[in-house]
């Protein structure tokens, strides 16, 4: 018997998803699944724009300290910035850190969604906000492919989320549920839309409050069967709020007084508070923030190696990218009444460095921020007497730039480390008995692995489960995850090579990202366009200044899909329109780690004559180049139908 899944809603709101399953679908394991000491619960926590530091040298990128507890590195005893990252340090306990992962795609909406539902092929590739509203997206279809959320609530885990969700556009009074999570109604709306009482430094305050929440009353009533719970926060994402409207005098706008411009201090100082907010507008709920308690330093980072990188030999969409998202950017805080906004930041002479580097430091300081609220929920969870039968899973949906490869900001249009080489760590005693040793794991792996790889863990039946999804779904069949399966390797059973569902040794983990971030979606309200028509009078002025930027967005091809090996990593980049011909990049990150040198000729794809890679002939670089090509060609086909 088929049922859609609001009937699904309705008929377990009446019943328990045990009873009702068992019904539907006649299996009689169920109940069993909902014993006490079963089933692990698992506890998700999701930060957004978080990367892992980039391989740069010591007094490059983020400080030697921030190096070592942001990528889940050894702490050196002297390390001056222990104080401010208690959250971050607690995940160390009973640790597997996942060492080369990547980012499934980018931005925020088509990553989270490859995270929730371990599908590439969701048909969600956009993300809302610049000229695209959210009638402009195809958000993903409650009646579609199955969330994680889905997936546990079928194995009769309860599965509330809390926080930033930025996958669909729910309202009351369903919200969640039929993406198969509750309680999220105390966390509408998404913190993605607004003002700035939605930004991170305000929204993740009530996010963690509903985190503890939770994790105190389960504390108290354990026998209420297994759950998988998902706390996930904004920051350091409020990195977009610099320098406006952070700094901002008109309280009802910014965050704290705008004194001077650039905004100094970068860092809010030891004491400081925010402006008072009503969060959210018409809730009575008045916020104001401690900014700073611990005084969380400003001098915490550098300008990266290739800040200044011509990007002559990159694919062109780059260079387009570097200069008009700020364009863009500054045309809608233009309109919104902001002075004269400071994007990008390349344009602005002598205080260029100064820009891209207050940029950076409060990009650190949102980690900062991250950590207040990550601090309490893993708190609360040791208090609770829970922690020994849960799974902590840790990560992010995306990096970003900070100023690398010729000042980029954000993470659009590439596949560098700092936009997809992301944290993932898995915190519990029942992964790791070695309270304060780090196990790692080598080799690539994906958020497109999380989904089974949480299944996995939680050592449910993929299968099982499968029949039962397929008749709350009505559909013929639930499509199998193309993602691996990562928890024997992280139970410690299994090292080594990693196998795909197909069985077969995998060389590599696949990115893509379509989201064109400087187009105008298809709606064209009115501000939108006001809003696009300034963009492309910028573009116009920019390139009348001696700028070799192409007319209108950011220029074909500029669609990125990618493979990344762990030593080494292809790119190719496609115009939807079949209009401009593909562009490549090829990089040895043994040899160049910070992507520096394209080895082949971005219009051709072909192995350059100027580079060489230490240990290999030419022919033999040229041998790899071909045999990466094909296998990218073979998971383009694979995971999203394209042929190159």
């Not at 340090?89 to 080369?100: G, I």
């Not at 279809?141 to 546990?152: K, L, Q, S, V, Y």
């Amino acid at each position: 018997m088929m049922i859609s899944r609001k009937e699904f809603l309705k008929v377990s709101a009446m019943m328990s998803a045990s009873a009702f399953l068992s019904r539907y679908v006649g299996i009689d394991k169920v109940l069993a699944m909902n014993a006490k000491g079963s089933h692990p619960n698992i506890l998700l926590l999701l930060v957004d724009q978080q990367r892992i530091p980039p391989a740069y040298g010591p007094d490059e990128g983020e400080a030697q300290g921030l190096k070592e507890i942001l990528g889940f590195r050894p702490i050196s005893p002297d390390n001056p910035f222990i104080q401010f990252f208690p959250g971050y340090l607690r995940l160390r306990q009973n640790a597997v850190v996942l060492r080369t992962h990547y980012t499934a795609s980018a931005a925020c909406v088509p990553s989270r969604t490859c995270i929730m539902t371990g599908s590439y092929s969701t048909g969600v590739e956009q993300t809302d906000g610049g000229f695209k509203s959210a009638e402009d997206v195809p958000w993903l279809d409650p009646e579609g492919t199955p969330t994680i959320g889905d997936w546990f609530q079928a194995a009769g885990y309860y599965t509330p989320y809390y926080g930033k969700w930025h996958v669909s556009y729910p309202e009351g009074p369903e919200y969640l549920e039929p993406w198969g999570f509750k309680e999220w109604d105390k966390s509408y709306p998404d913190a993605h839309v607004g003002g700035t009482w939605n930004l991170g430094v305000y929204r993740d305050i009530g996010c963690a409050d509903d985190v503890v929440e939770f994790l105190n009353g389960r504390a108290k009533d354990p026998a209420n069967g297994p759950w998988f719970a998902v706390g996930s926060v904004v920051n350091p994402h409020d990195n977009h709020s610099w320098p406006v409207p952070w700094h901002f005098s008109d309280p009802e706008v910014g965050v704290v007084p705008l004194n001077t411009y650039p905004p100094s201090p970068i860092v809010p100082p030891l004491g400081m508070q925010s402006y008072e907010k009503e969060v959210p507008p018409d809730s009575g709920n008045f916020v104001r923030v401690d900014l700073n308690p611990a005084g969380f330093p400003e001098d915490n980072c550098s300008l990266p190696p290739t800040y200044a990188e011509s990007l002559n030999d990159k694919p062109r969409c780059q260079y387009d990218y570097s200069l008009k998202w700020g364009l863009s950017e500054k045309a809608i805080k233009q309109k919104d009444g902001f002075p004269d906004s400071a994007y990008p930041f390349q344009l602005q002479g002598e205080l260029a460095t100064v820009w891209s580097l207050g940029y950076n430091r409060f990009y650190e300081y949102c980690h900062y921020l991250a950590d207040l609220q990550l601090s309490q929920i893993l708190q609360a969870l040791d208090d609770s007497d829970l922690a020994e039968n849960t799974i902590v899973v840790f990560l992010s949906d995306h990096g970003e730039m900070a100023g690398a490869h010729g000042g980029m900001i954000q993470k659009w249009h590439n596949a560098y480390e700092e936009t997809i080489r992301v944290p993932m760590v898995i915190s519990s005693p029942l992964v790791n008995k070695r309270k304060w040793r780090m196990r790692h794991i080598l080799q690539p792996t994906s958020s497109i692995d999380l989904a089974p790889t949480l299944l996995g863990l939680a050592g449910l039946d993929v299968e099982e489960l499968r029949a039962k999804l397929e008749a709350v779904h009505g559909q013929s069949n639930v499509a199998a995850f193309v993602g691996a399966d990562l928890s024997s390797h992280i139970m410690g059973e299994r090292e080594g090579v990693i196998r795909g569902p197909d069985g077969r040794p995998r060389t590599g983990v696949f990115f893509f990202s379509n989201d064109a971030v400087t187009e105008l979606g298809h709606t064209q309200h009115d501000d939108m366009y006001e809003d696009y028509e300034r963009f492309l009078e910028l573009v116009n002025e920019t390139r009348a200044n001696g700028y070799p930027l192409a007319e209108g967005p950011v220029r074909q091809p500029n669609h990125v899909r990618a493979l990344c090996t762990g030593d080494w990593k292809i790119v190719h980049y496609v115009d939807p329109n079949e209009v401009e011909p593909d562009e490549w990049e090829l990089y040895c990150l043994t040899a160049d780690p910070i992507e520096a040198i394209n080895l082949v000729d971005f219009r051709t794809g072909e192995v350059r004559d100027d580079v060489t890679v230490p240990g290999l002939t030419k022919n033999q670089l040229e041998r790899k180049n071909r045999q990466l090509k094909e296998e990218l060609a073979r998971q383009e086909a694979a995971m999203l139908g394209e042929s190159s």
